[in-house]
């Protein structure tokens, strides 16, 4: 029996076949069991010398079909290893990586610029009040000008903000009057206009109010030329021209220099080799007084810029809709390496 069954062990080709083998002489209706159970019709000299050899037989048999279900593991994991190897020296797969949007850049850029010359960074939302809006800034509700930011009325109170002006009403409004104000506030700002390669109905402005006593309009031309020149090079030169907004007296608009110098010599990107970037001036009297402060105590400037077109001008974007429709082919090409 003994022989017969480790032959059989030495035969199985699997661990399958070598269980069979195990339920065939071990299991409870194999030979092995029926020779232990027959035991009891023994006689007691009998009984230990049977019951010791049955138990060679046994351990015999469990000890072959053990290893041989060793060797059998040891092949399976074997020939698992063999087959999934990963070859480390294979070159890896590119990996695409993204990257903020232009005008998250700029935007980030221009906040870490004026960081640098002490402003905080305020917020307000695109969901504005009239009264902000427009009424705090001097825009009562028959004043034309309110036509030239022809908006998106949500009731007759609220509107989709048509710049970020009205967080200077609330940043004044919000220290009462009797702290200086120095901030800027970036935002979207939303105008009824036809979308073109120069508009779109929504677009970023980024606002700056500075309100302390004695601030001067050479203040507001030397903070501007700081971030003109930080922001496109210290070759540009800025130019204040006179203008008109209801809350600024006087109002203007600054230009930047736009000769471009390159190895070949310098070429000029309009006629008049300036371009048009922002819109400022002193904080208007009334707009003071609306939000708590004394004109006569505090004067103030305040300027709003749009970072699509500075970041046209700085990279020379043709069309405003690229911020807009998600191109990877137009976005990628400002991400950083
Ligand atoms: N809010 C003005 C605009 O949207 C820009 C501006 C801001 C002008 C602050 C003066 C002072 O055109």
């Not at 034309?144 to 908006?151: E, G, I, K, L, Y």
């Not at 707009?287 to 708590?292: F, I």
């Amino acid at each position: 029996l003994k022989e017969e069954a480790l032959t059989k062990v030495a035969q199985a080709e699997d661990l399958k076949a070598l269980e069979a083998v195990r339920v065939g002489y071990l299991g409870k209706k194999g030979p092995m069991t029926e020779v232990l159970r027959g035991m009891g019709k023994l006689s007691p000299e009998e009984r230990p010398v049977v019951g010791e050899l049955a138990n060679k037989v046994r351990e015999a048999i469990t000890t072959a079909l053990e290893e041989k279900k060793q060797r059998f593991e040891a092949d399976v994991l074997n020939t698992q290893l063999k087959t999934e190897t990963i070859d480390v020296t294979l070159p890896g797969r590119p990996v695409n990586l993204g990257g903020p949007h232009l005008l998250t850049s700029i935007v980030t850029e221009i906040e870490d610029l004026f960081i640098g010359m002490g402003f905080d960074i305020k917020e307000g939302p695109e969901v504005e009040t009239d009264y902000y809006n427009f009424e705090a800034l001097n825009l009562p509700k028959d004043h034309p000008a309110r036509d030239m930011q022809d908006s998106f009325y949500i009731t007759e109170e609220l509107l989709l903000r048509t710049h970020t002006s009205p967080v200077q009403a609330r940043t004044m409004g919000e220290y009462r009057g009797n702290k200086p104000v120095k901030m800027i506030c970036p935002g979207k700002v939303y105008r009824r206009d036809t979308d073109d390669a120069t508009h779109s109905h929504q677009f970023t402005q980024v606002e700056g109010l500075y309100v302390d006593k004695n601030v001067r309009m050479s203040d507001l031309k030397g903070v501007l030329n700081q971030f003109a020149k930080q922001f496109f090079g210290e070759e540009r030169e800025i130019r204040l021209r006179p203008s008109f907004f209801p809350f600024t007296e006087p109002s203007v608009e600054m230009d930047i220099s736009c000769k471009v110098c390159h190895g070949k010599g310098c070429s000029v990107c309009k006629q008049t080799g300036w371009i048009e970037i922002l819109g400022g001036g002193m904080v208007h009297p009334d707009v003071l007084k609306m939000a708590g402060y004394d004109p006569e105590i505090y004067s103030g400037f305040a300027f709003g810029m749009g970072p699509e077109r500075i970041a046209m001008l700085k990279y020379g974007v043709d069309d405003i809709r690229h911020f807009y429709t998600n191109d990877q082919r137009f976005l990628t090409q400002y991400h950083k390496a």
